[in-house]
């Protein structure tokens, strides 16, 4: 079963800090991905189980498209 992750960069007290959330909802993913990006870079992986697929660095909407 395909899973998405939402994988957010920032800077907290000097440190770079990555934080990863799992959904299986790629409608759901992409929303909390629109919502999170003001804080830090964000980038949308898509997850079949064995690896990671399709990275997206994530500017604007546009590039929100698996």
Not at 9 to 32: I, N, P, Q, S, Y
Not at 49 to 66: Q, Y
Request: hydrophobic share 35%.
């Amino acid at each position: 079963m395909r899973k998405y992750c939402v994988e957010q960069e920032r800077t907290l007290m000097g440190k770079t800090v990555t934080t990863r959330r799992l959904f299986d909802d790629r409608t759901a993913a992409k929303k909390f991905a629109r919502e999170i990006r003001a804080n830090g870079k964000v980038q949308l992986f898509s997850y079949d189980g064995s690896k990671f697929e399709t990275i997206k660095s994530l500017p604007d909407k546009k590039a929100l498209r698996i």
